[in-house]
T-cell receptor, first 114, second 113 residues
Framework: NAGVTQTPKFQVLKTGQSMTLQCAQD?????MSWYRQDPGMGLRLIHY???????DQGEVPNGYNVSRSTTEDFPLRLLSAAPSQTSVYFC?????????????FGPGTRLLVL | EDQVTQSPEALRLQEGESSSLNCSYT??????LFWYRQDPGKGPEFLFT???AGEEKEKERLKATLTKKESFLHITAPKPEDSATYLC??????????????FGKGTLLTVNP
């Protein structure tokens, strides 16, 4: 199992550009989520999904869109990048139900918006 | 609002010097408390899940404990390879489909040889 994979590892954008951060998991997990990590702050939830076709907003959703067309993939879209979106982005996945909800994280995507 | 406070922010130990990291939490109905290890430039790596007060779990030199207000990560005879940032997170028992984790800011542990 590859676990949770993310691409790209690193990206530089100019303000106003758009891009998609890719996330995939091969553990057949129903729950997937996106977090951002900024210096001096804990990881914060952006969006999450409990299955294909179902998504919802987390704590800091503004400026980001998500969709979930398959169980395996959960891409995060930045429609018009802003310097405030410079951060490290982590995708995580887990099962649902008792004792299956440990979230496993990907290696992260480091995004710099100029 | 769920809150997680970790202390100390940074801890420097000599190899073999045991210590504990603290995670204090406020959550309306705890579903689970999670400990992760994060190395520089990497994603969080799962260590433990604790579900109820009094529960303890061990893995090599690490032992996690849980009370109704806090969790401790005890590190016994640490080695330099234990150097990392340790993250604590709580999951609320919301009864819905949001399995959101609320994270603390982490404790940066450095173990000197």
């Amino acid at each position: 199992n590859a676990g949770v994979t993310q691409t790209p590892k690193f990206q530089v954008l100019k303000t106003g550009q758009s891009m998609t951060l890719q996330c995939a998991q091969d553990m057949n997990h129903e729950y997937m989520s996106w977090y951002r990590q900024d210096p001096g702050m804990g990881l914060r939830l952006i969006h999450y999904s409990v299955g294909a076709g179902i998504t919802d907003q987390g704590e800091v959703p503004n400026g980001y869109n998500v969709s979930r067309s398959t169980t395996e993939d959960f891409p995060l879209r930045l429609l018009s990048a802003a310097p405030s979106q410079t951060s490290v982005y982590f995708c995580a996945s887990s099962g649902v139900g008792a004792n299956e909800e440990t979230q496993y994280f990907g290696p992260g995507t480091r995004l710099l918006v100029l | 609002e769920d809150q997680v406070t970790q202390s100390p922010e940074a801890l420097r130990l000599q190899e073999g010097e045991s210590s504990s990291l603290n995670c204090s939490y406020t959550v309306s109905g705890l579903r689970g408390l999670f400990w992760y290890r994060q190395d520089p430039g990497k994603g969080p790596e799962f260590l433990f899940t604790l579900y109820s007060a009094g529960e303890e779990k061990e893995k090599e030199r690490l032992k996690a404990t849980l009370t109704k207000k806090e969790s401790f990560l005890h590190i016994t005879a640490p080695k330099p390879e234990d150097s990392a940032t340790y993250l604590c997170a709580v999951q609320r028992n919301s009864g819905g489909s949001n399995y959101k984790l609320t994270f603390g800011k982490g404790t940066l542990l450095t173990v000197n040889p």
